[in-house]
Nanobody
Framework: QVQLVESGGGLVQAGGSLRLSCAAS????????MGWFRQAPGKEREFVAT???????HYADSVKGRFTISRDNAKNTVSLQMNNLKPEDTAVYYC????????????WGQGTQVTVSS
């Protein structure tokens, strides 16, 4: 029902910034919780940040104070502003959606690569 496409990844030096964007196709976007997850080589996919339908946000401890998640319901987009990037932030970043009253994120994008050099 919902298609998600991430963009904005790339190569950046440590201490730099990137802004990721996720474009959603779906008429009920505004009712979905949205999230960002990431997966580094050899590691499990991990939670990064979420923003619910009412703009409440949660962040992983590792990114608090550095990353900001936001959404624009008029444009059907969710963004992740990443500041003060560290090499350990290097991963494929995935956008995900969770339907209202569901406990799991079950719509996923294809991912965008973020590489942070030392």
């Amino acid at each position: 029902q919902v298609q998600l496409v991430e963009s904005g990844g790339g190569l950046v030096q440590a201490g730099g910034s990137l802004r990721l964007s996720c474009a959603a196709s779906g008429r009920t976007f505004s009712s979905y919780d949205m999230g960002w997850f990431r997966q580094a080589p050899g590691k499990e996919r991990e939670f990064v940040a979420t923003i619910n339908w009412n703009n409440a946000t949660h962040y992983a401890d590792s990114v608090k104070g550095r990353f900001t998640i936001s959404r624009d319901n008029a444009k059907n987009t969710v963004s992740l502003q990443m500041n003060n990037l560290k090499p350990e932030d290097t991963a494929v970043y995935y956008c995900a959606a969770r339907r209202m009253f569901f406990s799991e994120f079950d719509y996923w994008g294809q991912g965008t690569q973020v590489t942070v050099s030392s």
